[in-house]
């Protein structure tokens, strides 16, 4: 009698372990690679799951981010932006172009809300999926539409995130437009004291981005570059404020 308990009991975590393995195996792909980058998030590109073969994955730091044809998967390029920029407790932020969400899925550690938008309904799905998959879709509300299209006239953020492809080309200059729009209506979305954390690339493009955010009375704050990057677009971070918000900070400070 104790040896066929112990027959049975055998039998039982077999198959306890092999369906344990076979959910761990489904639930995430083989590794392919690890993208190099001068960023402090690991990234690492992956073989499709089998419970989503006909996406592809790619894990930051550990958490996993499902994408589709057509919604590019976390690079080098969107982990250099999620390096630098910052997040306070309790803050809000609207992460414009979200792509696969995965700026917003970093925010949510520390912000109260998130609203990601996207012009693409197919990264809206992934974005949502992502934000699910990751334990914060009660904080993130991922919209679509062009730009601002989906905010409403009196919403405003502590940080809006900005990373939707830059001019890198002679035949890419016509995305000056969307940057200009963008440059154009953003400070009627930020809070008092509100920042811009923009990404563009290549060195040359500075003074084009100078010239759009001075228009739209701005200022740069600072750049970040990191010359580990220059065969990739040379990225570069920008820290962007409203005018009016620092004249305001110095005179306090002064006062």
């Known amino acids: 009698m104790t040896q066929h308990i112990f027959i049975k ?3 039982l975590l077999f198959v306890i372990i092999f ?3 076979c959910l761990h195996s489904t639930h995430i792909g083989q590794p392919l690679m690890t993208v190099p980058h001068p960023g402090k998030y690991q ?12 996406h592809s994955m790619a894990t930051v730091d550990g958490r996993e981010f499902l994408v589709t044809e057509g919604v ?3 690079s080098a390029q969107s982990l250099y932006l999620l390096t630098h920029w910052k997040v306070f407790n309790d ?3 609207l992460d414009v172009g979200t792509g696969s969400g995965v700026q917003a899925v970093f925010a949510a550690d520390k ?3 998130i609203v990601a938008t996207d012009i693409d309904p197919v990264a809206v799905k992934i974005a949502r999926l992502n934000a699910k998959r990751n334990g914060v879709d009660n904080i993130i509300d991922v919209r679509q539409g062009d730009l601002f299209a989906p905010i409403n006239k009196d919403e405003k953020f502590d940080v809006i ?3 939707i492809d830059y001019p890198h080309s002679e035949a890419t200059l016509g995305l000056w437009k969307v940057h200009e729009r963008f440059f154009a209506e953003v400070k009627n979305h930020l809070e008092r004291g509100g920042r811009i954390y923009y990404q563009s690339g290549r060195i040359d493009n500075v003074t084009h981005i100078n010239a759009m955010v001075s ?8 750049m970040r570059m990191d010359a580990a990057l220059e065969v990739d677009r040379q990225p570069i971070v920008y820290l962007i404020k409203r005018n009016l918000d620092m004249e305001v900070k110095a005179n306090v400070q002064g006062g």
């Open 9 to 11: 009991t055998g039998i």
């Open 19 to 21: 369906i344990v393995g």
């Open 91 to 93: 803050e809000t932020v």
């Open 43 to 54: 990234l690492v590109y992956y073989t499709p799951p089998q419970e989503f073969p006909l």
């Open 72 to 74: 590019v998967l976390p």
């Open 161 to 163: 995130l900005f990373n």
């Open 215 to 222: 228009k739209n009375g701005m200022s740069i704050v600072s």
């Open 111 to 113: 912000a109260r809300k």
